[in-house]
Nanobody, 129 residues
Framework: QLRLVESGGGLVQPGGSLRLSCAAS????????IGWFRQASGKEREGISC????????YYVDSVKGRFTVSRDNAKNTVYLEMNSLKPEDTAVYYC??????????????????????WGPGTQVTVSS
């Protein structure tokens, strides 16, 4: 059974940076696509980034393009989300989720996609001065 745990969240000033980690246990991430999602208070969960199983398919929502970078280290069974130039509107609980895809080149950014069956508990990111 794949288990995911996010870490690296916290309080940061506007313009600051954080690196989130999505660490997997119980199974290898070698053939797994990972999505990153966030949910701000009172808002729906949104997909912000994903990385395909082979690492070559990457997606970013427009609001984070140029500021966030997703990467994976299969040797460490971990996927990262590097977040720079953070803004107050980035404040949310951040989640990662795993998809065992048919095509290792693709990933899905829709949080409602039923392929995302394993989710981490989330990590809080607060951007405030």
């Amino acid at each position: 059974q794949l288990r995911l745990v996010e870490s690296g969240g916290g309080l940061v000033q506007p313009g600051g940076s954080l690196r989130l980690s999505c660490a997997a246990s119980g199974s290898t991430l070698d053939f797994i696509a990972i999505g990153w999602f966030r949910q701000a208070s009172g808002k729906e969960r949104e997909g912000i980034s994903c990385i395909s199983a082979n690492g070559r398919g990457i997606y970013y929502v427009d609001s984070v393009k140029g500021r966030f970078t997703v990467s994976r280290d299969n040797a460490k069974n971990t996927v990262y989300l590097e977040m720079n130039s953070l803004k107050p509107e980035d404040t949310a609980v951040y989640y990662c989720a795993a998809d065992d895809p048919m095509d290792s080149r693709l990933c899905v950014s829709n949080p409602a996609y039923d392929g995302y069956r394993d989710w981490g508990p989330g990590t809080q990111v607060t951007v405030s001065s």
